[in-house]
């Protein structure tokens, strides 16, 4: 895959995994919180929200594919994380919790006043930041300067030899090294 194609990945999946993660892990937040609050159960269907949630985070922060993608998903989720902070310092409601249905709204501000979103958001930040993750995945072989510059080495070395004695009975893969 060319390094046009990987980083266009990147953008896409930067663009559309992080907020399904937010959304995810708001429900399964807080329906799990809300379950065990009303009726004292577990909610599996949070539990296993979080889980898919969390494998899709994984997947964000630990894939070959683009640190586009961390790094986008690292963006948003520290601008939804630093939000409570600024409510703090400001007195003014930043949190949009009027137009988020019950369960996700009760999820989204739990993890956003535990700071868990400003974690996260820094974590795949610092993930993307990373020089291996922004180098192409294949380089191209260094250049032989001795076939370039038309060295010849003639038959002075002639083949290597083979450090194993041959072969004489079945197949044995544990035989030693042939030493002289």
């Known amino acids: 895959m060319s390094n046009g194609a990987r980083h266009?990945?990147?953008?896409?999946?930067?663009?559309?995994?992080?907020?399904?993660?937010?959304?995810?892990?708001?429900?399964?937040?807080?329906?799990?919180?809300?379950?065990?609050?009303?009726?004292?159960?577990?909610?599996?269907?949070?539990?296993?929200?979080?889980?898919v949630s969390a494998i899709a985070l994984a997947f964000l922060v630990g894939s070959r594919?683009?640190?586009?993608?961390?790094?986008?998903?690292?963006?948003?989720?520290?601008?939804?994380?630093?939000l409570p902070l600024l409510e703090m310092f400001t007195r003014q409601r930043l949190l949009p919790s009027q137009w988020l249905p019950d369960t996700v709204g009760s999820g989204y501000q739990t993890l956003a006043y535990s700071c868990l979103l400003l974690f996260l958001?820094?974590?795949?930040?610092?993930?993307?930041?990373?020089?291996?993750?922004?180098?192409?995945?294949?380089?191209?072989?260094?250049?032989?300067?001795?076939?370039?510059?038309?060295?010849?080495?003639?038959?002075?070395?002639?083949?290597?030899?083979d450090p194993y004695p041959p072969q004489s009975g079945p197949g044995d893969t544990t035989r030693p090294m042939f030493r002289e």
């Open 8 to 51: 266009a990945l990147g953008v896409v999946a930067g663009l559309l995994l992080p907020p399904l993660i937010a959304v995810g892990l708001s429900f399964g937040v807080g329906d799990f919180a809300t379950r065990l609050r009303v009726a004292f159960e577990l909610s599996w269907l949070g539990l296993a929200v979080i889980a």
């Open 65 to 82: 594919l683009s640190p586009v993608a961390s790094l986008l998903g690292g963006l948003m989720f520290t601008a939804l994380g630093v």
């Open 121 to 161: 958001g820094i974590t795949t930040l610092v993930v993307s930041m990373f020089p291996s993750r922004w180098r192409a995945t294949h380089r191209p072989p260094p250049p032989d300067h001795h076939l370039e510059q038309g060295l010849d080495y003639g038959h002075a070395y002639g083949p290597a030899q």
